[in-house]
């Protein structure tokens, strides 16, 4: 399973790669959907000696919420709004995936530095979430498009649970459907707001909103 | 368990009930029934000296108990100034921002009694959550850039949070499997035993994302937008309320970090961001035209008193606990007058707004009175907490420290001063066919008990009080 493991990690890292340095919004919101199924399956990769029914509850919550459900809603949203596809980066495509190969040399030279935990069934995990968390920071303050830093949020969100992954088999299963849901709640509250500033500006790019300033 | 139960309950079934309710005129007073059942309930917790708990998760404690009341103290306080300023709003619908309100109750009374990192954060989630709705009440253009940056900012935060929540369990589970993992009362006893490296990361990462729940600068920068731009019954509530739950989250973690001897690590981080807080309230306090976005800078300024109090420890950690409350009292005192100065004058620029003593003098007195102990002069509580936090640097030898206090609030004074006194005396306007309403009963009166409690509180402590509060504070190694 060790080879399916890796091959979902660098999946995951793939799709934060492909975000950093494409333009259209909806493939964007494919990739990180693409990753959220990667994720959900990832799991069962790294636990097979205990497959539970608890561990295929989580994978099947995952790859629905975050393969389906919330791109899902990011879609509506860009129909509703009636937005363009492209995605107007504060910084050039080429500059933006040139760091984002930056931060994944960092993920691994951090996680080089803390020690491994035991379990973790991949020596791969702690790096890869390390470093999609910083890509999806970058992909949030580099964005113009409010819809953009919502799909940043996203990405941190999907590497904070792959480092969560590690910890599966000893966190309560009541805790992750409480983090389950206020992600989603999160997400359906950004997207009512999008649609909201759709409206009243006309526009979803974050450079108008600028009325308050020091 | 039935008391706590019907703490966190009684709120999610009356945000069902104004749910249903059709007028907005009645619908508010669900707010005043939920505030006086929640208040009631927790003062027959001090009566009975009870300590109510559901299984290990969720648990009364002197902190958490602190914690509890200051929440149900204040939002009696806001509840019935909510019913009068939604009477003045009824232009607007409040179905949802009163089933917010409730919610928020609700969330904030888990997190009082949460034992658990991973419920904690779940809590404290839900309050940013709940508090989103809350900011957009006026539903402009303005609300609006405000809700969607403290979304954001505090998404992100709460998400690092959650990153450093994992960390924490990864240092639990380092040398094998555990029973209850991230339950506090099971770590604290195993606490020597957590990897020191992975402590240290969860450390960073829920100091840099709880901070930001808390505005601690350089993560504060939702606050004054966000401040700014709710009505003053919000900003309230999440000055006084949220930042206190956020407070008690880095309690928690100060609390693993004693039993596992790691507060060498802890104490000059929090030293460093505390005084970083103030420094920054005090040079944007400087600058500012915004009276609404001048208390949110106040706001930052006593986020880093109390994280400074926690850093210093002993004496100052108590002193950080009083300085708590009292904060939040004379937030509630600000924060409200502010809002009738607001719906009276029709704008936020402190330069256009004078003679609020002849216009809306109970207003005008209030937050004349409020700036006086919100700043920390003596007779008010804010005084002898402040002092208490001194007298714990001096004690400690930090002549830097104290030095930079010291500098900091005496900037912030100056530049609160230059605001607020202009805007309560001199001439009033003279277009008084364009103002808006007058002071009444229920928009001045809770703020006046507050201004009461905060003026007592600086004359004396009571002993029931003070007992709490040391109690809470002997948890992260404070003493008096």
């Known amino acids: 399973m060790e080879h399916v493991t890796q091959l979902l990690l660098i999946l995951v890292i793939l799709a934060n790669l492909f975000v950093l340095g494409s333009h259209p919004l909806g493939a964007c919101i494919r990739a990180v959907a693409f990753q959220g199924i990667a994720l959900g399956l990832l799991p069962l990769s ?12 989580i994978a099947l919550g995952m790859v629905g919420l975050k393969g389906f459900v919330i791109p899902g809603l990011l879609f509506r949203a860009i129909r509703d709004a009636a937005i363009r596809k492209e995605q107007e980066p504060l910084i050039g495509f080429n500059t933006g995936l040139f760091l984002g190969a930056i931060l994944v040399g960092l993920g691994f030279g951090i996680a080089g530095k803390l ?57 309560p299963g009541l805790i992750e459907m409480g983090v389950l849901l206020d992600i989603f709640a999160g997400i359906f509250i950004m997207g009512t707001v999008i649609e909201h500033i759709h409206r009243e500006f006309g526009s979803i790019s974050a450079h108008k909103l600028v009325n308050l300033r020091e | 368990m039935t008391i706590l139960l019907l703490l966190l309950l009684i709120p999610v079934v009356l945000a069902g009930v104004s749910l249903a309710i059709r007028s907005d005129v009645w619908r508010p007073w669900m707010l005043v029934i939920a505030a006086v059942l929640h208040a009631s309930l927790v003062a027959n917790l001090w009566v009975s000296d009870a300590w109510p708990s559901i299984g290990t998760w969720l648990s009364l404690d002197p902190a958490g108990k602190v914690v ?58 839900a309050t940013t959550l709940a508090s989103a709705p809350l900011l957009y009440f006026n539903h402009n253009s303005r609300s609006l850039e405000a809700t969607w940056k403290y979304l954001l900012i505090c998404s992100v935060g709460i998400a690092l949070a959650l990153l450093g929540t994992f960390f924490l369990a990864v240092a639990e589970t380092f040398q094998g499997p555990v029973e209850s993992a991230l339950l ?6 195993r606490a020597g035993s957590l990897s020191v490296p992975w402590l240290h990361a969860a450390f960073i990462f829920l100091l840099v994302g709880y901070g930001t729940k808390m505005g601690l600068a350089p ?31 880095l309690v928690r973690l ?3 970090c004693q039993a596992a001897g790691q507060m060498d690590f802890a104490r000059p981080l929090f030293i460093l961001l505390g005084l970083l807080s103030m420094g920054v309230a005090a040079v ?10 001048m208390l949110a800078y106040s706001s930052v300024e006593h986020m880093g008193i109390l994280t400074l109090g926690l850093g210093l420890g002993g004496l100052a950690t108590y002193g950080a606990w009083l300085h708590m409350v009292n904060n939040g009292l004379a937030k509630g005192v600000l924060f409200l007058m502010a809002g009738n100065i607001h719906r009276h004058y029709r704008t ?41 936090i001194l007298r714990g640097a001096i004690g400690n030898g930090h002549w830097g420290i104290v030095a930079g206090y010291l500098g900091c609030l005496a900037v912030i004074f100056i530049g609160m001063a230059r605001i607020v006194v202009p805007m309560v005396f001199g001439e009033p306007p003279n277009d008084a066919a364009a103002s808006g309403p007058k002071d009444s009963f229920l928009t001045t009166f809770t703020p006046l008990v507050l201004l009461a409690a905060v003026l007592v509180l600086g004359l004396y402590i009571p002993s029931w009080l003070d007992r709490a509060l040391l109690a809470a504070a002997q948890l992260v190694g404070g003493l008096r």
């Not at chain 2, 929440?71 to 232009?91: K, Q, T």
């Not at chain 2, 944007?284 to 976005?293: S, V």
């Open chain 2, 184 to 189: 506090l009362p099971a770590m604290l006893p």
């Open chain 2, 348 to 388: 936020k620029t402190a330069s256009e707004v004078h003679g609020v003593l002849h216009r809306l003098p109970w207003s005008g007195a209030l937050f004349m009175a409020g700036f006086i102990a919100i700043t920390g002069s003596p007779p008010f509580g804010l005084f002898m907490s402040e002092f208490t």
């Open chain 1, 46 to 57: 790294l636990h097979p000696e205990e497959r539970s029914i608890h561990l295929f509850v």
């Open chain 2, 68 to 125: 509890l009341s200051l929440i149900s103290a204040l939002f009696l306080a806001a509840s019935v100034y909510a019913v009068g300023y939604l009477h003045r709003r009824l232009e607007r619908p409040n179905r949802t921002f009163v089933t917010s309100l409730l919610f928020f109750l609700s969330a904030t009374s888990v997190v009082a009694f949460s034992q658990h990192f991973g419920l904690l954060w779940v809590a404290l989630e």
């Open chain 2, 219 to 249: 993560m504060h920068t939702w606050k004054p937008d966000a401040y700014g731009e709710a009505p003053g019954l919000v900003g309230f509530l999440l000055s006084g309320v949220l930042t206190s739950c956020a407070f008690l989250a």
């Open chain 1, 115 to 171: 020690p491994l935990p035991p379990h973790t069934g991949s020596s791969m995990v702690v790096p890869v979430a390390l470093s999609t968390v910083m890509m999806g920071l970058l992909v949030i303050v580099t964005r113009a498009k409010i819809l953009s830093q919502a799909l940043g949020y996203l990405i941190l969100e999907n590497g904070i649970y792959t480092f969560g992954l590690i910890l599966a088999a000893g966190l």
């Open chain 2, 254 to 256: 100060t609390q693993v």
């Open chain 2, 284 to 293: 944007f306090m400087l600058g500012q035209t915004d009276y609404k976005r």
